[in-house]
């Protein structure tokens, strides 16, 4: 070894080399920049795996779902809209009533013409929806 008190000229070792590990060193760093894209490929991969079944998953339960029960939320459906339809129903008799008294007339004329009520039903009739408007 050569010192600050010896030229390198003394050195025996001077200018020799360890040739296999350089080589060494080398194949190490073509191994390092060799694998490095396969290695962000592998995490691609992986990522990949682990984060596909978190979207498609979801999707095909939903489609399992529909498949299975498709008819059943049909009739529900249905069932729904035929109730709330009743119930519309429902209102709008009761808030729209009988018609009012032209209306209770109307019946009465037509059962008085159809003969099932007397000339003094029908003016009975007549009287009490003229006196309730």
Not at 61 to 78: F, S
Not at 81 to 92: G, H, L, P, S
Not at 98 to 116: M, N, T, W, Y
């Amino acid at each position: 070894m050569w010192g600050p008190d010896s030229p390198p000229e003394a050195d025996e070792d001077w200018g020799k080399r360890d040739s296999s590990r350089d080589w060494l060193k080398l194949a190490a760093a073509v191994a390092v920049i060799g694998l490095d894209p396969l290695r962000l490929t592998m995490i691609s991969v992986a990522l990949t795996v682990v984060i596909m079944p978190m979207i498609v998953l979801p999707f095909l339960g939903v489609l399992v779902y529909l498949i299975a029960n498709g008819t059943d939320m049909a009739k529900r459906d249905l069932e729904h809209a035929q109730a709330a339809r009743a119930e519309f129903d429902d209102y709008v008799k009761s808030t729209a009533g009988s018609g009012g008294p032209a209306a209770e007339i109307d019946k009465a004329k037509q059962l008085l013409d159809s003969g099932a009520i007397t000339q003094a039903e029908f003016d009975a009739i007549k009287a009490k929806a003229l006196a309730q408007a």
